[in-house]
């Protein structure tokens, strides 16, 4: 991944069917940081029935609505953000990343239980002291890269498949340890 592509994301329109908006542009050179919702929305007016409006003005806009709900991670970082809504996006397409859908299609609900992959190296979470809360991923985690924990914060991962934690800490060597094992349901 590029240093300048870091954190941004780039949004293609798609409708209810999974099909490319003919008023977007597919993800293209972008594919890599870019990721397809839909471009439909109801709107709904004072004193007046709902409407339906299409357009990838509002593509754009649920993205960024799944980011805020992703504040239940506030430490996160833009590229922690990125990582979580790429990763956790379903594939539609051809498989694996393609340049018409990028991920494929922003899934809010996965998003919320953290990555899904750490394909782009390792993914800090830097949780700035916040030691009184305890933060959980919940989704399966692959890709290359580790999990790097800074602070105090507790740790906790209920996937099913291992990921590999740098040993940095006793903290880092117990997430990796609650990580790996048998995961704890919540």
């Known amino acids: 991944m590029k240093r300048r592509s870091k954190g941004i994301i780039t ?3 798609v409708d209810r069917s999974g099909e490319k908006f003919n008023g977007s542009n597919h993800c293209g050179i972008t ?11 109801t709107v709904h007016f004072t004193r007046t029935r709902p409407i339906q409006v299409a357009g990838t003005s509002f593509s754009a806009p649920i993205v960024t609505g799944t980011a805020a709900l992703l504040q239940r991670y506030p430490w996160m970082s833009n590229d922690n953000l990125r990582t979580t809504l790429l990763t956790t996006a379903q594939d539609i397409g051809a498989v694996g990343v393609d340049s018409k859908f990028g991920w494929g299609l922003l899934d809010a609900g996965k998003a919320m239980n953290g990555p ?3 394909p782009f190296g390792d993914f800090t979470a830097d949780t700035k002291g916040t030691s009184d809360i305890a933060y ?4 399966d985690i692959s890709g290359t890269g580790g999990l790097i924990k800074k ?3 507790n740790c906790n991962c209920t996937a099913t498949t291992p990921i590999r934690a740098k040993p940095l800490s006793k903290a880092v ?3 990796y340890r609650i990580c790996t094992s048998k995961p704890k349901v919540h």
């Open 136 to 139: 959980s991923f919940r989704n």
């Open 31 to 41: 594919a890599m940081w870019c990721l397809s919702a839909s471009y439909e929305a």
């Open 116 to 118: 899904a992959s750490f």
């Open 173 to 175: 060597r117990w997430c």
């Open 151 to 153: 602070a105090a914060a």
């Open 11 to 13: 949004v293609a329109g």
